[in-house]
């Protein structure tokens, strides 16, 4: 079977992606599979290599232009030699293009399936706004939340701070990785969040700052079409206030507790909230939601509809805590993906 492992992308989280690309790739070369890496790269070229054993480092794929050890590139309308024999198409794109459904779209076009949600529910769960609006429609609990920018002139600094309070968070609504998102501790630094992130999105979020017990919990689905939580991981950033890009990233900057110290009831609750979003979005494959849990309330801050699979990411980590291995997550969403083509799902 040849899997394609798809990296890169045109969005803030290149450097990411490739990380991601790079494990998914170790862990599935070794005769099993026939192992393509394709790297899309920022002006959404395509490039490729048939990988052997042992994998390369991420070198080659972090600047396949000038590796010479990728063939490329290749315009998406003219690509035909990247997909050439390919079975599956196994995603380790992050952010705009890559995981708000428009290159589902396209790998839809082509008829090759991939893991991860469809074009739909990716693109819902890439925006932050749309999200939060589903949520509420199902009476799950979100942060409140105000839009500013165009289409919006009653939000003004002001009323954020009269109805937010600080500190605030400022978001970018399809933005990952915590990039292009900051927290706003005064006036001041609100003003200049909105002004640094204005141009980077019509429309930001937001968010009233919740403070509490944050937890993340993945829920996965199987070949069978089984879709279950798994271990809720709890998130303590070291470094830093909250769980930015660097407490995300770097080694020994946040702890993360698995299976996180916290009554039984407490990560039931969890889980059965981060399944519910799942399934109000129609998501597939793997997802992982965010929560903050302060008393009895379990907030919803975000659903990642193709979270990071890097060796620092919590998918993995958690799913190695109920006794599974990365090879054995890439198999489950594989042949989910498989499954789904066959299903014309």
Same mark, same amino acid.
């Given at each position: %079977? ?84 390919? *079975? ?37 769960? %890439?925006?932050?706004?749309? =999200? ?53 501790? *005064? ?36 070949? *069978? ?18 769980? *930015? ?12 507790? %698995? ?50 699979? =890097? ?35």
């Amino acid at each position: %079977m040849r899997v394609a492992v798809v990296m890169g992308g045109p969005s803030a989280e290149y450097e990411i992606s490739i990380l991601t690309g790079v494990e998914m790739i170790r862990h599935l070369t070794g005769g099993k599979n026939d192992v393509r890496a394709v790297v899309m790269s920022a002006g959404r070229e395509f490039y490729y290599a048939d990988i052997g054993t042992p994998p390369p480092d991420a070198a080659p794929f972090a600047d396949p232009a000038s590796s010479g050890r990728l063939a490329g590139p290749y315009a998406p309308g003219s690509a035909a030699d990247v997909w050439k024999g390919v *079975d599956v198409a196994l995603l380790g794109l992050h952010g705009a293009y890559g995981e708000d459904g428009r290159f589902q779209g396209y790998l839809e076009t082509l008829g090759i399936p991939y893991t991860g949600s469809g074009v739909l529910a990716s693109a819902i769960g %890439m925006d932050k706004i749309a =999200t939060k609006l589903i949520l509420l429609q199902h009476g799950i609990a979100t942060p409140p939340f105000s839009l500013y920018g165009r289409g919006h002139p009653d939000t003004t600094p002001a009323t954020i701070a009269a109805h937010h309070g600080f500190p605030c968070f400022v978001k970018c609504p399809q933005s990952g990785s915590s990039k292009l998102m900051g927290r706003a501790a *005064d006036a001041g630094e609100l003003r200049r969040l909105l002004k640094e992130l204005a141009p980077e999105a019509d429309t930001l979020l937001v968010e009233t700052a919740v403070s509490g017990i944050e937890l993340s919990c993945p829920v996965l689905e199987y070949p *069978d079409g089984t879709v279950r939580p798994l271990l809720p991981v709890e998130i303590r950033p070291v470094k830093s206030s909250y769980f *930015d890009y660097t407490a995300k990233y770097t080694d020994g900057a946040c702890e993360e507790m %698995m299976p996180a110290p916290q009554p039984a009831e407490l990560l039931e609750r969890v889980q059965a909230t981060a399944e519910r979003v799942h399934r109000a979005l129609g998501c597939r494959g793997v997802t992982r939601t965010d929560v903050i849990v302060k008393g009895d309330l379990v907030s919803v801050l975000e659903i990642n509809t193709l979270p990071g699979f =890097t060796t620092a990411s919590l998918v993995p980590k958690s799913f190695a805590a109920a006794g599974g291995t990365y090879g054995q997550l890439l198999d489950i969403l594989v042949q989910g993906a498989l499954a789904r083509g066959r299903r014309g799902a």
